[in-house]
C-alpha cells in the first residue's frame, strides 16, 4: 500500500461507520490523519471507533445529515476536538430499494432525495465556512455510475447521485480560487452491506454491466477518494472521477 500523505490533517467522514466510509476512515487514519466518523447509527459509530482507536486519532459525531441543526453541531465539535477540518468526505448514502418509477412510493423517492442529495449539500454548506477561514480544504462526494448511467428501478438514487455530480461541479467552481477543491468519485456497485436493500436482480444487473465482472472493493474506492483529499490533488476540481471496473469510463 503506498503512502498518502495527510500527516496533520482532519478528516470528517459522513456515514464513516461503515462500508465505504469505514473503509476511508482506515486508510485516512495510516496516511496520518485525524478523523471523525459521522453517522446516524450510534451504536454502529462506537463499534467502529473502537475498533479504528488502535490506528490513531478518532472521534465521532451522532449526525443526522437531513437536518441542519445537526451537522453544524458536528462541524463544531469536530472543529473543537481536532483543531481544524481539512478534508470532508460525503459517503452517506441510502437506496431506497428497487421498483419502477411509477411503483415506487412518494415517501421513499423523497427520503433518498434528502439523505443522498440535502444531505450532501447541508454537509458541504456548514464545512466550506471553516474551510475558507482556514484557507485549505478538500471536499470529495460519493456519487455513483448510477448517477451517470441511471439505473432501472432505481430512478431515485440514480436521480440523487447524478445531482450530486451536479453540486459537485457548482460548488468546485464556486471555491475554485480558494484553496478548497471539490470532487466526485463514481463508483460502480460496491462490495458492502448496502447490497441488503437491492433486490438480487438488481445485484446481478449492475454486476454484468461491469467489464471487470466483480464488485467494487471498499478500500480500492478508499485509495482514490483520499488521493482527491490530498495535496497531492492541486489542479482537479468540479470533476468526476470514475472508479467502475470499467463500466463508464467517460
Not at 473503509?23 to 495510516?30: D, F, G, H, Y
Not at 433518498?112 to 471536499?139: E, F, H
Not at 470529495?140 to 440514480?158: F, L, Q, R, T
Not at 454491466?209 to 472493493?217: A, V
Request: proline residues 3%; contains cysteine; hydrophobic residues 40%.
Amino acid at each position: 500500500m503506498n503512502q498518502i500523505d495527510l500527516n496533520g490533517r482532519t478528516v470528517a467522514i459522513t456515514g464513516g461507520a461503515r462500508g465505504i466510509g469505514y473503509a476511508v476512515a482506515e486508510r485516512a487514519l495510516r496516511s496520518g490523519a485525524s478523523v471523525s466518523l459521522w453517522d446516524v447509527d450510534a451504536q454502529r459509530l462506537e463499534q467502529s471507533r473502537a475498533e479504528l482507536a488502535p490506528l490513531g486519532n478518532v472521534s465521532t459525531a451522532t449526525v443526522d445529515i437531513t437536518r441542519e441543526e445537526s451537522v453544524d453541531d458536528a462541524v463544531k465539535r469536530t472543529v473543537e476536538q481536532h483543531g481544524s477540518l481539512d478534508v470532508l468526505i460525503n459517503s452517506a448514502g441510502i437506496t431506497g430499494g428497487n421498483g419502477t418509477t411509477w411503483e415506487l412510493a412518494p415517501d421513499v423517492w423523497r427520503r433518498v432525495i434528502d439523505v443522498n442529495l440535502v444531505g450532501t449539500y447541508l454537509t458541504c454548506r456548514a464545512v466550506v465556512p471553516q474551510m475558507l477561514k482556514q484557507g485549505y480544504g478538500r471536499i470529495v462526494n460519493i456519487s455513483s455510475v448510477a448517477g451517470k448511467e441511471g439505473n432501472p428501478n432505481a430512478s431515485h438514487y440514480s436521480a440523487s447521485k447524478a445531482a450530486v455530480i451536479g453540486l459537485t461541479k457548482s460548488l468546485g467552481k464556486e471555491l475554485a480560487t480558494k484553496n478548497i477543491l471539490v470532487n466526485a468519485v463514481t463508483p460502480a456497485a460496491a462490495k458492502t452491506e448496502i447490497l441488503a436493500s437491492m433486490t438480487q436482480q438488481h445485484i446481478d444487473y449492475m454486476l454484468s454491466k461491469i467489464p471487470m465482472n466483480r464488485l467494487l472493493l471498499p478500500e480500492e474506492a478508499a485509495s482514490l477518494i483520499l488521493w482527491l483529499s490530498s495535496e497531492d490533488c492541486a489542479f482537479s476540481t468540479g470533476a468526476v472521477f470514475d472508479i467502475s471496473g470499467g463500466r463508464t469510463t467517460y
